[in-house]
């Protein structure tokens, strides 16, 4: 591969008045779902308006969901959750958590590119709502030279909500280019053994740390309509699988973990057992008093993880007998983690001139 540190230049064989070509290069864009600007209403309100209008998120029909978001949900909703992502926001950086370590990963991930590939891979990361969006972001890397993008949804498991959408906007960004890239995109990795493995890990090192063993572990998936599964939706069964392969890399039994759904939204079921509802259920039915929980579809630490599940979900438990709760921190920036990552993209990136 050419050397990507040269300046564009005009083809050695074109008329001078060619316009310069940037060295070809390879770009790899990982995805996740996306962070508001502020905490303050109007910016709230920007991202969760983007967030629900999406038609893969709510699939309701436009002229019955618009009116019910517009006129009734998001005058509301953005004080709700702006103080929901207060509790959680990075005040230094003055940005949400899945900003910061989408960023910490981006930058982990470039290094192992560039030790393997040196100049010619360029890494970048983009938000499927708010920003930095995809399409700025395609946009840089075919600016830069980039003439193949290799396209990562940070999910392990496969969602509508979550990897479809990201790649109908990265298909979307593809449009307004004059000459697109090659395109790759990287499928779901849930039973990836390396992530099953860095799940184990993390698993290990907080039952190792925690003051009482607990006696249950709770993998707490964000939740989607039960229809979906019935329309062709894998995601719960991919849910079950990481649960499987997990309790199997662990060496547990089936009595020691469990699979939960979180994030519940609208006035349908959604799949179960509801993680908010089932950790009560445990603490007042079972007489459990020690759990851990753990978000496995998430691969970085965000407002469902931090708010949702440390605050809510740990009140439920609480409240209804509980007495240790254990919240295991997502993957994020650490090295089993990145590891496991960056051998996706390099087994990915085999057959392109890297």
Not at 207 to 229: F, M, N, Q, W
């Amino acid at each position: 591969m050419s050397d990507t540190s040269q300046s564009a230049a005009c083809p050695a064989h074109a008329p001078k008045d060619h316009p310069a070509i940037k060295p070809a290069k390879i770009g790899v864009l990982l995805a996740n779902l996306g962070t508001p600007d502020s905490t303050d209403y109007w910016p709230m309100r920007r991202y969760l308006s983007e967030f629900l209008s999406d038609k893969r998120v709510v699939d309701y029909p436009w002229w019955k969901w618009q009116p019910i978001l517009q006129l009734i949900i998001l005058t509301t909703r953005p004080s709700k959750s702006g103080a929901a992502y207060k509790s959680i926001w990075n005040n230094e950086a003055n940005e949400s958590p899945l900003l910061t370590i989408t960023k910490q990963q981006t930058a982990a991930i470039k290094a192992k590119m560039h030790d393997a590939y040196g100049d010619n891979v360029m890494v970048d990361f983009c938000m499927r709502y708010g920003n930095p969006s995809t399409k700025s972001k395609v946009a840089e890397m075919v600016a830069a030279g980039c003439t193949k993008i290799l396209f990562f949804p940070l999910y392990p498991h496969y969602a509508g909500p979550t990897s479809a959408t990201a790649n109908d906007q990265f298909f979307r960004a593809l449009i307004d280019q004059k000459q697109q890239p090659i395109a790759r995109v990287i499928e779901p990795y849930f039973e990836d053994p390396a992530y099953i493995d860095a799940l184990a890990q993390s698993i290990e090192r907080a039952y190792a740390t925690a003051d009482k063993k607990p006696e249950k572990l709770i993998c707490s998936y964000h939740g989607v309509p039960e229809r979906y599964l019935q329309e062709g939706d894998p995601y719960h069964c991919q849910c079950q699988k990481t649960t499987r392969l997990l309790k199997e890399r662990l060496g547990w039994n089936d009595s020691e973990i469990v699979t939960t759904f979180q994030s519940k939204f609208g006035p349908e079921e959604w799949l179960k057992p509801y993680t908010v509802d089932e950790v009560a259920r445990l603490a007042r039915e079972d007489g459990v008093k020690n759990i851990a929980i753990c978000a496995p579809a998430f691969s970085a630490d965000c407002i469902e993880t931090l708010e949702e599940i440390n605050e809510e979900i740990k009140e439920s438990f609480e409240d209804a007998g509980g007495e240790d709760f254990t919240y295991v921190a997502c993957l994020n920036d650490g090295p089993a983690h990145i590891d496991a990552l960056s051998d996706i993209i390099v087994r990915n990136l085999q057959g392109w001139q890297a």
